[in-house]
């Protein structure tokens, strides 16, 4: 397992790339009789994976693509080196997911070696551009294609990194929306001296900006935390510092818990505009719907799994960003996420410890012998 971590880890398979993980994850399966499938569009890959011929469906979800570095120079080790120092491995991709991918294909092959009958079709989808832009995703064209297919997914478990300071003391079991837009604020462009000729699209702004700021979308509920707004980018500016400029374009995004809807929250963005008599253009971009896995199966079956490993229980919530379970969500699927500790995804020196990499897999090997028990 940690062999196969590392060649996954060297690999520069920055999104939407995945430069070769799929190969050799495709040379462990084939070994273990799994049906393999590339399925691409375009600049993305796919791994879909599958064995089994009968009952239900359980699918592990997973992306081998990863986000950049940034300046490897203030790295402790390269970053796609996997040096271990001690009980650590280093490097981009270790916790945000090559991990759990490597730790599920360990539990499967315990698991098969240790199973005379399987009760369920197992299958393994792997994508290389979760980290990228969701115009570039075709997960969402595989799970249609399924769809039309009739070939649904019962049971999914996604390998995000959920935990937070011990292996598995949280798991996801859903995701707030995201549902992001461009809005462009028309002013009026002239020389800075002549303020009576002009209408300054950036101080037209800043109503808006405080009004949006302060609104309270919603309040949130037992498992999904309140609707949040954030502006992540404002530009505006003609590179001349004595003109004032005709427009400004701000960028923004909701996470959205499932007490808002698409539609009420592009409604009452607009309604704050419209109020403010802003001549404007709009954008909507729908990167996913908020989810939740309400039935209680494959909970149990991940939590007890869990419990029986660590001696506790992962807190079920629906935190963090988005993942590609929105997108398997579609099917009505039961959906789990629950993977390594996040707290260095996306940063210098990602890393994860190996001890607990082998308990994940515990979990994920346990969670497969439940599965073929109660199924």
């Not at 963090?320 to 993977?339: N, P, Q, V, W, Y």
Request: with cysteine.
């Amino acid at each position: 397992m940690i062999e196969l971590l590392q060649n996954l880890v060297k690999i520069e398979s920055i999104s939407p790339k995945d430069m070769g993980c799929f190969d050799i994850i495709e040379n462990e399966l084939t070994d273990l009789n799994f049906n393999c499938e590339r399925i691409n569009y375009l600049n993305v890959e796919n791994l879909y994976a599958t064995i089994g011929t009968k009952g239900k469906l359980f699918c592990f979800l997973g992306h081998t693509d990863v986000v950049p570095t940034g300046p490897e120079e203030n790295w402790k080790y390269p970053p796609f080196s996997a040096q271990i120092d001690g009980d650590i491995m280093y490097g981009r991709g270790t916790a945000d997911m090559k991990a759990s991918i490597a730790a599920f294909v360990e539990s499967v092959k315990e698991f098969l070696a240790q199973t005379q009958e399987l009760n369920f079709r197992l299958a393994i989808l792997l994508t290389s551009n979760e980290e990228g832009s969701s115009h570039d995703g075709f997960i969402d064209k595989i799970v249609e294609k399924m769809m039309d297919n009739d070939e649904l997914i019962d049971y999914c478990l996604v390998g995000e990194p959920t935990s937070n300071k011990k292996v598995a003391d949280s798991a996801r079991i859903g995701r707030r929306g995201s549902l992001g837009g461009h809005l462009q604020i028309f002013g009026k462009q002239g020389h800075v001296a002549y303020p009576e000729n002009v209408e300054n699209p950036i101080f037209l702004s800043s109503d808006l900006i405080t009004d949006l700021k302060n609104k309270k979308w919603d309040n949130g509920n037992a498992i999904f935390d309140p609707t949040s707004f954030q502006i992540s980018n404002i530009h505006s500016g003609t590179g001349a510092h004595n003109v004032v400029p005709g427009e400004l374009d701000l960028y923004f995004n909701f996470r959205y818990s499932t007490e808002s809807t698409e539609e009420s929250l592009k409604s009452e963005f607009e309604n704050i505009i419209k109020n403010l008599n802003l001549k404007y253009d709009l954008k909507w971009n729908l990167n996913g719907n908020p989810y939740l896995t309400e039935n209680k199966f494959l909970k149990e079956i991940i939590v007890s799994a869990c419990e029986e490993v660590n001696g506790y229980k992962p807190d079920l919530n629906a935190k963090g960003g988005t993942s590609d379970g929105r997108f398997i969500a579609k099917m009505k699927t039961e959906i789990i996420e629950l993977g390594p500790i996040n707290e260095s995804i996306h940063q210098i020196d990602e890393n994860i410890k190996i001890s607990e990499l082998w308990i994940l897999k515990d979990i994920y090997t346990k969670v497969l012998f439940k599965l073929n028990q109660h199924l």
